[in-house]
Nanobody, 123 residues
């Protein structure tokens, strides 16, 4: 069993930055792919970014490429999402997810989920 707990959400003005963290416990963290998703008001949950087990490979949704950076620290069992140049359309609940095939972008492909953290970007 794996538990994921997100933190770092909040309210920020457009152009600002936030860093989200996701702490994992349970099964060895370093053995699986980790990802971030978000769900905006009235929208489906969408893929944001993912990182390989070693941290050596990453991929992003086009909507956040160049603005968001995913990273991980396996010694701390933590994955991060650095979000810069935030826009109002980035508003939503951000979820950490784990254990999926490499380059998986569909929520159903991820086995473990956190409870989510709210990010609100005002114009």
């Amino acid at each position: 069993q794996v538990q994921l707990v997100e933190s770092g959400g909040g309210s920020v003005q457009a152009g600002g930055s936030l860093r989200l963290s996701c702490l994992a416990s349970g099964r060895p963290f370093s053995s699986y792919v980790m990802g971030w998703f978000r769900q905006g008001p009235g929208k489906e949950r969408e893929f944001i970014a993912a990182i390989s087990w070693s941290g050596g490979s990453t991929y992003y949704a086009d909507s956040v490429k160049g603005r968001f950076t995913i990273s991980r620290d396996n010694a701390k069992n933590t994955v991060y999402l650095q979000m810069n140049s935030l826009k109002p359309e980035d508003t939503g609940v951000y979820y950490c997810a784990g254990s999926a095939p490499w380059r998986a972008t569909m929520p159903r492909e991820y086995e473990y989920w956190g409870q989510g953290t709210q990010v609100t970007v005002s114009s």
